[in-house]
C-alpha cells in the first residue's frame, strides 16, 4: 500500500547546500486541498527530524497545488522520506516523496 502514497516524481536529489520548495498538485487525487501538515524522517536513523530540515514549516496552497517550506540543512547520503498530510472536506489524505542528499 505504501507505494500508492508515494507521489509519481520518486525520488529527488538534493545537496547539502540547497534549499529548495517542493510542490504536490493533488488534481489527480482531489481539488481544493486544505490544512497542509509537512513532516520529514531520515530513513536511516527513522528520526523525526523536521524541525531541523523545514525550520520555518508553513506550507501554503494555491488552487491544487500544496508548496512545502524550504527543504534545508540536509546531510550528504542521508535519505529522507517528505510526508504531505491535508484535508478535503473531512477526509484526511496523505502522499509522501523522498530526497536523497548528494554532495
Request: glycine fraction near 4%; hydrophobic fraction near 40%.
Amino acid at each position: 500500500m505504501a507505494e500508492v502514497l508515494e507521489v509519481a516524481e520518486g525520488l529527488k536529489y538534493q545537496s547539502a547546500d540547497e534549499q529548495l520548495a517542493y510542490s504536490i498538485t493533488t488534481t489527480n487525487w482531489v481539488s481544493n486541498p486544505s490544512n497542509p501538515v509537512v513532516m520529514a524522517y531520515n530513513e536511516q536513523t527513522h528520526e523525526n527530524v523536521t524541525s531541523t530540515v523545514f525550520p520555518t514549516n508553513s506550507p501554503s496552497i494555491t488552487g491544487d497545488v500544496i508548496t512545502l517550506s524550504l527543504l534545508k540543512s540536509l546531510t550528504k547520503g542521508n535519505l529522507y522520506r517528505i510526508e504531505v498530510k491535508f484535508a478535503v472536506g473531512s477526509n484526511i489524505y496523505e502522499c509522501f516523496f523522498r530526497v536523497k542528499c548528494v554532495l
